[in-house]
């Protein structure tokens, strides 16, 4: 099996570098290859904009969907981009490693999917969704939170993490990946457990990374997330009423 890792937090010696480590380390060592994406080790700029495009559909006026589509038509996509595509292309399996910034991913993992997912390259008006671009590969978000388990839920302190994460999820349901359910790493970053010492945290810690290599090695027995597709919906995109016909199939 082929894996991809986006990689999203700028310290080397965070929590998150250690899960993408351990997640490379145990694929490897089940026979797969695994390739890395450390957004800010790597300097990818987010920020989709004019300066990427030397050779522009219009001069005069920055459109960013008509630009990437001419790019993909014309062989001129960013040199980051490229290689950003041939690693998806080249994945079964797609991770999405961060931490929980601001209710979502930190701004970078955004703007990788802003300038990656390409207009008219990686899809169209019906090449989304269940008829998406990679369709048959997976996909798995692995992210770490400050707070405790306890405090994330619908009606909760930390918030709803279903909710939280239904952009992202969503998004690469739109590429057509089938989006497995997340990892979690709770209490991280100094914002454990109210009745923990620091000991009892790293040691909590630290057995999340078997727990982590446990959920790599069980992969093919997850059920992915339930999202619509192109038979759910009217022609207008509303859900299909009783009654009402479906939109054929891409």
Not at 32 to 61: I, K, M, Q
Not at 93 to 104: A, D, E, K, N, T
């Amino acid at each position: 099996m082929q894996t991809h890792i986006v990689h999203a937090h700028p310290e080397p010696q965070s929590y998150n570098a250690a899960l993408t480590r351990t997640a490379a380390q145990a694929l490897r060592a089940r026979g797969g290859t695994v390739t890395v994406t450390d957004l800010y080790r790597d300097g990818f700029d987010p920020v989709e904009a004019p300066r990427h495009y030397h050779d522009r559909a219009d001069p005069d006026r920055f459109a960013a969907l008509a630009e990437q589509r001419h790019a993909w038509t014309t062989g001129t996509l960013p040199g980051a981009v490229r290689a950003e595509i041939a690693n998806l292309e080249h994945a079964d399996l797609v991770i999405l490693q961060f931490p929980l910034w601001w209710h979502g991913p930190p701004a970078i993992l955004k703007g990788w999917m802003d300038r990656v997912f390409v207009s008219g390259g990686l899809y169209t008006s019906r090449m989304r969704y269940d008829a998406g671009y990679f369709r048959g590969r997976r996909a798995l978000v692995s992210l770490s939170t400050g707070a405790p388990a306890e405090a994330f839920g619908p009606g909760c302190r930390g918030g709803d993490l279903g909710t939280m994460l239904w952009p992202v999820h969503y998004s690469m349901h739109y590429m057509g990946f089938s989006v497995l359910p997340p990892f979690t790493s709770h209490g991280v970053q100094g914002h454990g457990y109210s009745y923990e010492d620091a000991q009892a945290a790293e040691d909590r810690l630290t057995r999340n990374f078997a727990t982590w290599r446990r959920r790599l090695t069980a992969l093919d027995g997850d059920i992915p997330l339930d999202f619509p597709g192109w038979s759910d919906w009217t022609a207008e995109g509303r859900p299909i009423a009783k009654g009402e016909d479906a939109l054929a199939a891409p």
